[in-house]
T-cell receptor
């Protein structure tokens, strides 16, 4: 079966660093996506990892370990606008299927 | 053009109505998806079209009927829905093996 897990909620302070973890078990795994979703809006793409290691993109970085079925999203220099849900999604069978984790609701406090 | 558009933005329908949701993209992506998202839950995959052919139906009830008239358009026909079908319906596209681009969604309320 497919199983993707993330913490339900996290809280952090403006200017801090936060790491959101994602573990997955899924057949036909190809890559791991991270999306940001503000309430009432569609998900927007943050990062995509296919190979093991760290991908850095501005304030956001994402890490993947295929052997451990583990990924994390690192957000630096947190801003109030980063308050949102963060979804990890496993891509299966080269884009034929995507399975989303439950999402982590991040609250950034002043 | 990296935009996926969806119409209508909001839809209220009775349980006996027939309505359609529309999705359009001009990115030349070969894969198109319908998702259903309930409040505070992640998107749930409903259907996948690849090269205009239905490739995945995630055991969706027959009151939801997808259609892909051409490579730019994706429809979702709705008939005899239930109140529990009220949700945000998201369309997405992908070149395959790359990110999905999501449309803004249609917020559906079934009364």
């Amino acid at each position: 079966g497919q199983n993707i897990d993330q913490p339900t909620e996290m809280t952090a302070t403006e200017g801090a660093i936060v790491q959101i973890n994602c573990t997955y078990q899924t057949s036909g795994f190809n890559g791991l996506f991270w999306y940001q979703q503000h309430a009432g809006e569609a998900p927007t793409f943050l990062s995509y990892n296919v190979l093991d290691g760290l991908e850095e993109k501005g304030r956001f970085s994402s890490f993947l370990s295929r052997s451990k079925g583990y990924s994390y999203l690192l957000l630096k220099e947190l801003q109030m606008k980063d308050s949102a849900s963060y979804l990890c999604a496993a891509e299966r069978n080269y884009g034929q299927n995507f399975v989303f984790g439950p999402g982590t609701r991040l609250s950034v406090l002043p | 053009d990296t935009e996926v558009t969806q119409t209508p933005k909001h839809l209220v329908m009775g349980m006996t109505n027939k309505k359609s949701l529309k999705c359009e993209q001009h990115m030349g992506h070969r894969a198109m998806y319908w998702y259903k998202q309930k409040a505070k839950k992640p998107p749930e995959l409903m259907f996948v079209y690849s090269y205009e052919k239905l490739s995945i139906n995630e055991s969706v009830p027959s009151r939801f009927s997808p259609e892909c008239p051409n490579s730019s358009l994706l429809n979702l026909h709705l008939h005899a829905l239930q109140p529990e079908d009220s949700a945000l319906y998201l369309c997405a596209t992908s070149a395959g093996g790359s990110e999905q681009y999501f449309g803004p969604g249609t917020r559906l309320t079934v009364t």
